[in-house]
Nanobody
Framework: QVQLVESGGGSVQPGNSLTLSCVVSGLDLDSYAIGWFRQIPGKEREGVSCISKSGGNTFYGDSVKGRFTISRDRAKNTVYLRMTNLKPEDTAVYYC???????????????????WGQGTQVTVSS
């Protein structure tokens, strides 16, 4: 019943931009914070960005600060991740997750996220 569906991934050259979308259904998005995490095979999932229920609080991992922007479109039940100045180290599968356990949001602990999408691949190479 609960679904989070990521889209927008693809292959780009370094310095280019992509916008990822996370479409949420089956839950009240107003009651959940949304986080973006990414994972490289063989490595732990890394927090990228998150946005609180109200949209008033956002947080970014150190490696993406100043380059990525998270936003929420309530009418479309969608959270976006605008990625600019992409680097090869941004290559990963990107997942969105939903949680309501804490105030604000977090990219430090993926364990608090209750629901996950299946991911979308982002590849950055020359």
């Amino acid at each position: 019943q609960v679904q989070l569906v990521e889209s927008g991934g693809g292959s780009v050259q370094p310095g280019n931009s992509l916008t990822l979308s996370c479409v949420v259904s089956g839950l009240d998005l107003d009651s959940y914070a949304i986080g973006w995490f990414r994972q490289i095979p063989g490595k732990e999932r890394e927090g990228v960005s998150c946005i609180s229920k109200s949209g008033g609080n956002t947080f970014y991992g150190d490696s993406v600060k100043g380059r990525f922007t998270i936003s929420r479109d309530r009418a479309k039940n969608t959270v976006y991740l605008r990625m600019t100045n992409l680097k090869p180290e941004d290559t990963a599968v990107y997942y969105c997750g939903a949680e309501r356990r804490i105030m604000g949001c977090t990219v430090l602990y993926d364990e608090v996220y209750e629901y996950w999408g299946q991911g979308t691949q982002v590849t950055v190479s020359s």
